[in-house]
């Protein structure tokens, strides 16, 4: 017994070191090898196995491997409301791709892709996760498998910028509901953001399992808020307790059941089988109905399925596959498959109907930008074009410093992205004209959520991390500094919300020079790793405060300061409502308004100095982007005239202009646009920062003026002009949704459901609240408003205490809008 004992250990020994060997190797060459051990069992779904990534013909050429590699993969963000399961379906993603040994949790706070601590703790997701998997479809082995790089992105809407800045580069998206709620607020505000993008999407109904799921109502309510076309692939079948399965309505009906320990061995019964199902013609009639209505909906936009349906032919499964994926990819309708994650069924699926509808690169619409000249131009997602890369997030490492996550649009084939290439940042500088500057790549990573692998290139289509980029903000794109200027593209750049919460931050050792200057440190790397927070003094205080999207979301950047950037005696005080100032008007806009601006001259003595400048300058209110909703423009812009100096020295055109970085400009100009732009940081009336404001610099009557007299004049007649133009302020407004509980929607008829809604509205509409009542959905005993964020500081408890604990409420920044002069008035008295 002792020498079968000695036998086991020393097998496991050399098992451990043939594993370590193996994995040294593998993460040499950049690729992840699948872990743990794999069943080997007949199903529908097999799981797939790593290969290269492309299997040649005989004579095959480098472009044609690249091609090949383009169309075997997948961009791809998860979206959903908070709590619909996206990082649950993530988990089991990459355990049956092999990535992970298990299953991570949510509740153990196990998960691989919400690693974050304050993730874990909060069983949420935060940051925005990225990985790649490999996938092979229907078990077929001559088949290589597609390389999927999926982006978790997190629910919670004060994390709406890390989904906008994901959706960005991705090139489809696989949005969650859950099965019991349907469409949530957060379903529809994603919704929108992938609607921006044109992104192709794929729909998976989870937690089917769930008591009260019902995909009908999940359908309708994609078809009612979403506008959208959903068709269902295949649904939910009910079984005996413990076993799960789902109807494939596409192939004509089977049942696919998922059995082993984790849902990994995925079962085809044909309903031609007498043992397929106890109600056989149940689930034939089923599928009948079913896969009339998907071949309806992909009828309307396929003339070859049209026909055969219109003649009462039989529909080829494989024919209607490519119509709906065609269908897909122009928007037309959006793909819905069912299951429930936490029960490991329904992922398998999801995972072919990722490789089935939603599209490679080579299939996406051409990426367009702007040359050095401002002009148009499109260019192929192909290897052969010159690099174009996207940055669109930028993180710190404790080891490596920032870290640029970028995705390669197109090129690299005769100029690669690698270490020790020396690359141009591509950007936009404060006034939006277009600046470059160099920049070096140390290393270059495939990311597996907090894994870094290192990999020697970046090739055209994949998501990467790049270390070294230390210029690189959100929005930047990067070239090879070794191509021509000329091929130069500059994509377009993404804005940050603005801030509607605000909380001061104190030190205990406040009055140490180094204690402020590593946190004013810290507030700088964080704000760039989230361009949607900001910090700053307040000049009526003077105190230090941070902005950000929510309560949440400035606890969690207190948190990373102290846990991350090891600030210590740090305390944040109570949120407050991050107003804004605007302006309304101004007398002097007419028809001739440019020419009519009033001049202010400067003209005093400082020191032994005499400043002697005079600067024409015209402010007025921006007017809302089409598209855009409704409300206070969330930024400023600085423009200038062509003849700004006397004689039109500029002579340039606008295009020209627009591409011209600011120091290229004549020094007088250059003078009076840091003081204007200085200007435009704050309000006239109490100092908040200034938002959709448009100042115009006329013309400039001094130029031989000193610069400090000119900048000091810029900034005088900005100022001077805020001040004649009626300023007001502006708040945040947000879109509130209450929902009665599930309980509560059961006994909905009643008399105390109806009352419950009826409190809630008169709430919303109180003086206190100044909510916008938009409507009421006594089915979905749903409340919807419009209410300023001020009027829902504790609204939460609020609205438990009066529906007696059953309405929960769910908000997201809308817009900021021009505050009533009464309330004006009233918050200017509370802070003087």
């Not at 491997?65 to 963000?77: D, K, M, P, V, Y």
């Not at 790649?132 to 597609?146: I, V, Y």
């Not at 509607?500 to 590593?518: I, P, Q």
């Given at each position: 017994?002792?020498a079968?004992s000695?036998?086991w250990?020393?097998w496991?020994a050399?098992l451990?070191v043939?594993?370590?060997?193996t994995?040294?190797l ?5 690729v992840?090898?699948?872990v ?8 529908a ?12 013909p005989q004579g095959a050429?480098q472009?044609?491997a690249?091609?090949?590699?383009l169309?075997?993969t997948?961009?791809i963000?998860i979206?959903?409301?908070v709590d619909a399961?996206?990082?649950t379906?993530?988990e089991r993603a990459?355990f049956y791709?092999?990535?992970s040994r ?15 601590k304050q993730?874990r703790?909060r069983g949420?997701t935060?940051n925005?996760?990225a990985t790649?998997?490999q996938?092979a479809?229907h078990g077929d082995s001559?088949a290589e498998?597609?390389v999927?790089n999926l982006?978790d992105?997190p ?5 709406n ?9 991705m090139d489809g998206?696989?949005m969650i509901?859950d099965?019991?709620?349907g469409v949530?607020a957060?379903?529809?505000?994603v919704?929108r953001q992938?609607a921006?993008?044109?992104l192709?999407t794929v729909?998976?109904i ?5 008591e009260g799921a019902?995909?009908?109502?999940c ?5 009612e808020?979403?506008?959208c076309?959903?068709v ?7 079984m005996?307790p ?7 309505v596409?192939?004509g009906g089977a049942l ?6 984790h849902?990994?061995?995925?079962e085809?019964h044909?309903l031609e089988?007498?043992?397929a ?7 034939r009639?089923e599928t009948?109905?079913?896969r009339?209505?998907l071949?309806?909906a992909?009828a309307e ?9 219109l003649?009462g032919?039989?529909?080829d ?12 990819q122009?928007g037309?309708v959006v793909?819905?498959l069912?299951?429930s994650?936490?029960r ?14 939603l599209p490679?690169p080579l299939e996406r619409p051409?990426i367009?930008?702007v040359d050095r000249d401002?002009?148009p ?8 074009e ?8 930028v993180?710190?490492?404790?080891h490596?410093g920032?870290l640029a996550?970028?995705?390669v649009?197109?090129?690299g084939?005769t ?5 020790n290439?020396?690359v141009r940042a591509?950007?936009?500088d404060?006034s939006?004209a277009l600046a ?5 790549v ?8 907090d894994?870094?692998i290192?990999v020697e290139?970046?090739t055209?289509g994949g998501?990467y991390?790049?270390s070294g980029l230390?210029h ?5 794109t990067?070239a090879?500094a070794?191509?021509?200027?000329s091929?130069d593209?500059?994509?377009p750049?993404l804005?940050?919300?603005?801030p509607v919460?605000?909380?001061a931050?104190?030190?205990d050792?406040?009055t140490s020079?180094t204690?402020?200057?590593a ?5 700088d790397?964080l704000?760039?790793d989230?361009p949607?927070?900001a910090?700053?003094i ?6 230090l405060?941070?902005r ?5 979301h400035l606890?969690?950047?207190?948190a990373?300061?102290?846990?991350d950037?090891?600030?210590?005696g ?12 605007t302006i309304?008007?101004?007398a002097?806009v007419?028809?001739d308004?440019l020419?009519a601006a ?5 003209n005093r003595k400082?020191?032994?100095t005499?400043?002697?400048?005079a ?10 982007e089409a598209?855009?909703?409704?409300g206070?423009?969330?930024t400023?812009?600085?423009q200038?005239?062509?003849d700004?100096?006397?004689?039109g020295?500029?002579?340039?055109t606008?295009q020209?202009?627009a591409?011209r970085?600011?120091?290229s400009?004549p020094?007088?100009?250059q003078a009076?646009?840091?003081g204007?732009?200085s ?7 109490m100092?908040y ?12 009557l001094?130029?031989?003026?000193a610069p400090a007299a000119?900048?000091?004049c810029g900034?005088?007649?900005?100022r001077d ?5 009626t300023?007001?302020?502006?708040e945040?407004?947000m879109r509130?949704y209450?929902?009665l509980s599930?309980?509560?929607r059961?006994?909905?008829?009643s008399t105390?459901a ?13 003086s206190?609240?100044?909510?916008q009542?938009?409507?009421v959905?006594n089915?979905?005993a749903?409340?919807e ?7 829902l ?14 309405a929960?409420?769910?908000?997201h920044?809308e ?5 009533d002069?009464?309330?004006?008035k009233?918050?200017a008295a509370?802070?003087?």
């Amino acid at each position: 017994m002792y020498a079968n004992s000695v036998l086991w250990w020393k097998w496991l020994a050399a098992l451990a070191v043939r594993q370590s060997r193996t994995q040294t190797l593998v993460r040499r060459r950049g690729v992840r090898l699948p872990v743990g051990r794999r069943q080997t069992v007949d199903h529908a779904y097999p799981q797939p196995t790593l290969r290269g990534l492309v299997t040649l013909p005989q004579g095959a050429t480098q472009a044609d491997a690249s091609l090949q590699r383009l169309e075997r993969t997948r961009n791809i963000g998860i979206v959903a409301h908070v709590d619909a399961g996206k990082t649950t379906t993530t988990e089991r993603a990459l355990f049956y791709a092999g990535l992970s040994r298990c299953m991570g949790d949510v509740d153990r706070g196990d998960t691989i892709m919400d690693y974050l601590k304050q993730e874990r703790e909060r069983g949420i997701t935060i940051n925005a996760a990225a990985t790649t998997l490999q996938w092979a479809r229907h078990g077929d082995s001559s088949a290589e498998p597609t390389v999927i790089n999926l982006i978790d992105t997190p629910g919670h809407v004060d994390f709406n910028f890390e989904v906008e800045r994901s959706l960005r580069v991705m090139d489809g998206a696989v949005m969650i509901l859950d099965a019991v709620e349907g469409v949530q607020a957060q379903t529809l505000a994603v919704w929108r953001q992938a609607a921006r993008y044109r992104l192709p999407t794929v729909a998976f109904i989870n937690k089917c399992d769930r008591e009260g799921a019902d995909i009908d109502h999940c359908l309708a309510s994609m078809r009612e808020l979403l506008r959208c076309t959903p068709v269902l692939v295949n649904t939910w079948a009910p079984m005996a307790p413990g076993e799960y399965a789902v109807l494939d309505v596409l192939h004509g009906g089977a049942l696919l059941r998922f059995g082993g320990a984790h849902g990994e061995r995925v079962e085809r019964h044909e309903l031609e089988a007498a043992t397929a199902a106890p109600d056989t013609a149940h689930w034939r009639a089923e599928t009948r109905r079913l896969r009339d209505r998907l071949i309806e909906a992909v009828a309307e936009h396929d003339d070859g399925v049209c026909a055969e349906y219109l003649e009462g032919q039989p529909i080829d499964p494989e024919r209607l596959h490519r119509a709906l994926r065609r269908a897909t990819q122009a928007g037309h309708v959006v793909p819905v498959l069912c299951g429930s994650a936490l029960r490991n069924a329904g992922v398998q699926p999801l995972l072919d109907a990722v490789v089935d509808y939603l599209p490679s690169p080579l299939e996406r619409p051409d990426i367009t930008g702007v040359d050095r000249d401002a002009v148009p131009r499109h260019r192929r997602a192909l290897p052969q074009e010159p690099l174009t890369a996207y940055v669109f997030k930028v993180q710190h490492d404790v080891h490596r410093g920032p870290l640029a996550f970028i995705r390669v649009f197109c090129g690299g084939k005769t100029q690669p992205l690698s270490a020790n290439t020396r690359v141009r940042a591509l950007s936009r500088d404060a006034s939006g004209a277009l600046a470059s500057i160099d920049d070096r790549v140390d290393a270059i990573f495939r990311v597996h959520a907090d894994d870094l692998i290192p990999v020697e290139q970046a090739t055209c289509g994949g998501i990467y991390a790049v270390s070294g980029l230390k210029h690189a903000r959100t929005g930047d794109t990067v070239a090879v500094a070794a191509a021509a200027k000329s091929t130069d593209l500059w994509l377009p750049g993404l804005s940050a919300p603005s801030p509607v919460f605000g909380a001061a931050l104190e030190l205990d050792d406040g009055t140490s020079a180094t204690a402020v200057a590593a946190l004013n440190q810290a507030l700088d790397t964080l704000v760039r790793d989230d361009p949607s927070l900001a910090h700053g003094i307040d000049e009526r205080t003077g105190e230090l405060v941070l902005r950000g999207m929510g309560e949440l979301h400035l606890d969690i950047a207190r948190a990373r300061l102290e846990g991350d950037y090891g600030i210590r005696g740090l305390h944040m005080g109570a949120p407050r409502v991050a107003f804004c100032e605007t302006i309304v008007g101004d007398a002097s806009v007419t028809p001739d308004a440019l020419a009519a601006a009033p001049v202010h001259r400067l003209n005093r003595k400082m020191g032994n100095t005499w400043w002697d400048a005079a600067v024409q300058v015209l402010v007025r209110p921006l007017s809302p982007e089409a598209g855009e909703v409704a409300g206070v423009v969330q930024t400023n812009r600085l423009q200038l005239r062509e003849d700004v100096l006397p004689g039109g020295e500029l002579g340039s055109t606008p295009q020209r202009k627009a591409s011209r970085a600011s120091h290229s400009l004549p020094p007088a100009v250059q003078a009076v646009e840091r003081g204007a732009r200085s200007a435009l940081q704050h309000g006239p009336r109490m100092g908040y920062p200034l938002i959709g404001v448009e100042a115009t610099v006329c013309k400039i009557l001094t130029p031989e003026a000193a610069p400090a007299a000119l900048s000091a004049c810029g900034a005088e007649a900005v100022r001077d002009a805020l001040a004649r133009a009626t300023p007001r302020l502006a708040e945040p407004i947000m879109r509130v949704y209450v929902r009665l509980s599930t309980a509560a929607r059961s006994a909905r008829g009643s008399t105390s459901a109806h009352s419950y809604l009826g409190t809630v509205v008169r709430d919303l509409s109180s003086s206190r609240r100044r909510g916008q009542v938009l409507s009421v959905d006594n089915d979905r005993a749903t409340v919807e408003a419009l209410v300023p964020l001020e009027g829902l500081i504790g609204y939460a408890t609020a609205v438990r205490s009066l529906t007696a604990g059953h309405a929960s409420v769910e908000m997201h920044f809308e817009k900021y809008d021009i505050m009533d002069e009464h309330e004006a008035k009233r918050v200017a008295a509370g802070i003087l």
